[in-house]
């Protein structure tokens, strides 16, 4: 874009949009000839291209002595769009003294930037939420500072988001205007309205999934990889321990079925241990690690590696998911007890001394 633009600033001119801006700055100029003005734009490409633009092309700009400045991430190389953080000090700095009276920035100074003569923030093909709208709107300081958005036809959906923007920053302002309106034993009161209609909500939402829980109760799935299909274990013997780990109580995987490798160094947590072992499947598919809870070795299983089939309906296969929370939907999960630590002591087989090491 800001090679296109360099060797075709003809073509550029044509742009109602880039024509639209220029207007509006020479127009600020003539009636405030000391402002300063904020152009924003999407990414570090166009800041280029719009200053190349308005130094050839904004005569009324240049004759007036109108000095432009571009500011972008200081975690880009110069050679994509990034300044130093030391430029970046230095541009801010003459912007403020007036050295500089248009600066054409990335996002980058939306929240932050205090420039009390700051009268005119324009953003040009670039409109993202209503918090960002509010930031950069908010950079113009100065008394009767004027906000703009240059959308071009072809990108009309911009302004409707625009729009939208507006109508919930609306709404925002009318809210925050009935709070201040209210008591502090009123707003009290409203807050705890709120948190019960809330709770009331979670309370549903939990019911709700006790529901899909109880109509897959006794429904029982076969655990398999998801690299070659193999049975490793069945969802039955799948345990949760502290609300996150789902530990096989399954002696076979880690006797016939898996096949350990250690690969990291062990992390401990309280009561939990990553071992830093791999358990690798027969295909050699990682579905599982081997951790150490309440000083016994488990298998835990990836639920990113794994599938649950139905056995009563081997068409009805869920998986691989991204999270355990969605097996929530079909999967009734059992919490770790005494019982199951008891029983799982008994059939735990030995395990290698150098891949319990947490070393």
């Known amino acids: 874009m800001r090679d296109y633009c360099a060797s075709n600033l003809s073509a550029a001119s044509c742009s109602p949009a880039l024509n639209q ?25 166009f800041t280029g291209v719009v200053k190349s633009f308005l130094v050839s092309k904004a005569v009324e700009l240049s004759t007036a002595g109108v000095q432009i400045g571009v500011i972008t991430g200081a975690n880009a190389s110069g050679d994509s769009g990034g300044i130093t953080q030391t430029s970046q000090s230095e541009l801010l700095s ?3 003294n007036g050295k500089v009276q248009i600066l054409i920035s ?48 072809e990108m009309n959906w911009l302004g409707d988001k625009e729009r939208l923007n507006q109508s919930r920053d609306a709404m925002m302002t009318e809210a925050v205007a009935r709070l201040n ?21 979670a309370r ?13 109760r006794g429904t029982v799935f076969s655990i398999e990889c998801v690299g070659c299909d193999r049975v490793l274990t069945s969802s039955d013997k799948l345990r949760i321990a502290q609300d996150c780990h789902h530990l096989a109580l399954d002696a076979e995987l880690l006797t016939d079925r898996l096949t350990p490798k250690k690969q990291s160094a062990s992390k401990s947590f309280t009561n939990f241990t990553a071992l830093g072992v791999a358990l690798l499947c027969r295909c050699g598919n990682h579905v599982a690690n081997l951790c ?15 599938k649950f089939v139905d056995k009563s309906n081997p068409g009805a296969v869920h998986g691989p998911l991204k999270k355990w929370k969605l097996a929530k939907k079909f999967l009734t999960e059992l919490e770790m007890e005494s019982a199951d630590m008891i029983a799982w002591a008994e059939a735990v087989p030995d395990i290698p001394e150098n891949l319990l090491s947490e070393d």
Request: a positive charge; one cysteine or more; glycine letters at 4%.
């Open 106 to 153: 990335t996002s980058v100074t939306e929240e932050g930037l205090d420039v009390q003569k700051c009268n005119a923030v324009i953003r040009f093909c670039h409109v993202t939420n209503e918090i960002a709208m509010v930031q950069s709107r908010g950079r113009g300081r100065a008394e009767g500072s004027v906000y703009h958005v240059i959308v071009p036809d």
């Open 292 to 306: 150490r809870f309440k000083e016994l070795p488990f298998p835990e299983l990836k639920i990113q590696q794994v």
């Open 181 to 201: 309106q209210l008591t502090d034993e009123q707003f009290v009161a409203k807050v705890q309205q709120e948190q019960t209609l809330l709770r009331q909500e």
């Open 21 to 45: 801006l220029r207007q509006i700055l020479a127009e600020q100029f003539q009636r405030q000839p000391d402002s300063r003005a904020l152009v924003f734009v999407q990414q570090r490409c």
């Open 94 to 96: 003459q912007f403020r």
């Open 204 to 216: 549903q939402q939990r019911q709700i999934r006790a529901a899909q829980a109880d109509a897959n």
